[in-house]
Structures are given as C-alpha cells and as structure tokens.
C-alpha cells in the first residue's frame, strides 16, 4: 500500500494548478504535460539503456524510470482532476475535449469516461453517468482502481434515489475488488465509509454514521474528500432533528463547496429549512 507521502505526491491536495485556465486552456495544458511526460520517459531510458548496456548486458530493465513516469502520469491526471473540486461544469468542457483529441489506450479512455461519469454526477446527472460507467465496465476493461470508481458512482446513484439494495449491492462489489488489490486499500475505505454512511442513516443507527464519518475524515485527501465528512454530519444532525446544528454545518457546505452537488444539496436545504425564532440546539449529532 502507498504510504502517505507518496500519496500526497500523485494526488495533489491543494487547489489544482488548472483552476485559472479555461477548459480549453486547461485540456490544451493537460495534452502538453502528458507529451512532455512521455518524451522525458523515453530519454530517460533510452540515456539507461546505453549506459547499463556495458555493465548489465542487454537484459537490464529499468523500474526505476517505469517507476516514476507511472508516478508522473498519476500526478498529471490528479492535478488536472482537481479542476473538479471546484468547477465540475468546466471539467467536463475539458475532458470532452481531452477526449476528441487523445484516444489512447483502453485504460487511458476509461480513466476519461469515468471523469465524465464523475461531472456529469456533480452535475446532477445521475443517468448520464451510469451510461459512462456502463460503458466504461462493457468496453474499456477497467483496472481494479477505476472498478472501484465505477462503484462509488454507482452507489452514489443508488443513494441519490433512495435504492439501498443497489447500494448494499455496491458495497459488496468493493469489497470483493479490494480483495484483489491493497494499493487501494485507502481509496476503498473511503468508498465503503461512504456507503456504509448511507445504509446506517437509512437505518437510523447514529453510532455506525459517526463511525462512517471518522473514516472519512482520516482518508480524505482531495477537497471534494474533506467536505464530504463534514456533509455526511450535516445529514446525520438533521435526521436526528438537531436543525440548528445542521443548518449550521450545511451552510458550511455551501459556502466552501464551490459548484459541486453538495454546495447546491446544501444551498436548498438551507432554503427549505430557514431558521427559526429561539430554536433548540442539542449536541447529540456532533461528530
């Protein structure tokens, strides 16, 4: 499993360095990063190959420059990805045009569709992105990782409409991918917290919500992770009738979510559910 540090380098927690540009400039910038990124890989081992070759015979590999040109398409994706955390709509301009411009490989075009899948759900387009992950899932051959993403806008989906069998189901699918892979140890966590969030408030049992939401905040790293613990506790003092402490928290939401779901979830319940003379606050929802 990557330690800490490594993963703070592939998934950049700060505000993304696209967040200024345009979609266009930023998918101009992204494709630029990326051929950049591939001719530094093939110098690099082109410079290893001709200086191991006389000590190492004609077999040597070279991990450590597969390596890091891995680590270096990771960041790449992250720090374009962030665009997201703010500006869902100008993500999606970006990678459609990502998308006309580049095919790829199979799993580069899966790791498109699935951020599309992901704006189109931050945009409140729940059908357009499971006809992504469908596709994703039948014609792209996903790796575990992006699976395991393809759940988590699944279950999204599922808990949207109010399906808790299909997100039960969900969980289960996790589960069964994480079996097959530790490198996603954390990323899961934070998909089966967010699932597991879910299924308890539906059930009412509070001391699995607060369970579910500590989780998520020791694994969020990215700023759509950090607030969704902070949402989840919104819900959670709200179906506890603790109204104050929910509006308190949802207006929290709204005021640093940017143009995510979660702000805009969070504006209308603020606007449906205004504050009221002398209203009783209790601490039971804290989390």
Known sequence: MASGWLTRLMVPSGESRYAGLTARQAAGRFLGRRRLTVAAYVVAVLVLAFSCRAWAGPDIEHPGAIAL????????????????????QKMLDAISIVMERRKGRKWAQATYAIIYAQCSQQLGRDDVALQWVDHAERDLRPRTAQRVLCCNVRANAARHSGDYEELARMRGQVEALLQTSRAM??????????????????????????????????????????????VEAARLAAAQGDLALARERFASVAARGGGIRAARDAAAWLAAHPAEAREPATSAGRA
Not at 69 to 88: E, N, Q, V
């Open 185 to 230: 140890a954390k990323a899961g966590a934070l998909v089966l917290a967010g699932i597991d969030f879910g299924l308890a408030l539906e059930a009412g049992d509070w001391e699995r919500c607060n369970e579910a939401i500590g989780t998520m905040r020791e694994a969020a790293i990215t700023p759509i992770q950090r607030l969704s613990p902070d």
């Open 69 to 88: 040109f891995a680590l270096l398409l990771i960041r790449d994706i992250s720090g374009f990805y962030g665009i997201l955390h703010t500006d869902p």
